[in-house]
């Protein structure tokens, strides 16, 4: 999701430095910091608008999140958001996703969220999707030993690429599902991203996974 330039976002993140990380390589082990409670500890990566990070912790107060964009203008959204809900248990990060190692200690955290992440369909980008190994290898490093990776997509093959990938790597698949939101049981529990609840309605199936790593 690409996003046009928003001429006050630096100001909006200048201004509230306790709700958004801006020197995250200060971070890795320190995460709890910057939390009312020490909880468990999710991330998000690639939060676009959102709705998805902040109906979780909305939904979840015994749980600690974390918000992580790479485009200023996503986070600037998040922000805008948590400006107003003041979550004490929603943090945000403007960050690349591929830097996850130097920005948390191993074993931090206990849950990777991956939601809509672009396809990157090029062969010559296999590198730069989300669910490839050298990412895997980083999430295995940041997540405890019960820790999970939660997916979606509505793109078909990315998500048969992911289900190889993982499984490559060794990865055990806890929840599966091909149309997440004819699944009575796991959808009872999905939160829609804005993007998610754009194109269901169009007749595009999400497809699901949780999955963790074997030790």
């Keep these: 999701m690409r996003l046009r330039n928003k001429p006050w976002a630096k100001d909006m993140i200048n201004d509230n430095l306790d709700l958004i990380a801006v020197q995250p390589e200060n971070m890795p082990g320190k995460w709890q910091d910057r939390f009312e409670k020490k909880q468990p500890l999710f991330i998000e990566v690639g939060s676009g608008k959102g709705k998805f990070i902040t109906e979780l912790a909305q939904q979840n107060p ?5 918000a992580m964009e790479v485009q200023e203008g996503a986070i600037a959204l998040v922000l805008k958001k948590q400006v107003e809900l003041k979550l004490p248990n929603l943090q945000l990060l403007l960050a690349n996703g591929a830097d996850l190692s130097d920005l948390f200690a191993e074993s931090e955290v206990d849950g990777v969220y991956l939601n809509f992440s672009d396809p990157w369909p090029k062969t010559r980008h296999e590198k730069r999707r989300l669910t490839y190994k050298s990412f895997l290898k980083q999430y295995q490093y940041i997540l405890k030993d019960d820790g999970y990776l939660q997916f979606k997509t509505d ?10 990938s993982m499984n490559n790597f060794g990865m055990k698949f806890d929840e599966l599902s091909l149309d997440l939101h004819n ?4 959808n009872a529990k ?26």
């Design 62 to 66: 015994q749980n600690n999140y974390i």
């Design 155 to 164: 793109n078909q093959g990315l998500f048969e690429y992911s289900l190889v």
């Design 183 to 186: 699944d009575e049981v796991l």
């Design 190 to 215: 999905n939160i829609e991203t804005e993007y998610e609840k754009k194109f269901s309605k169009k007749g595009f199936r999400i497809n699901y996974l949780k999955a963790q790593f074997k030790n």
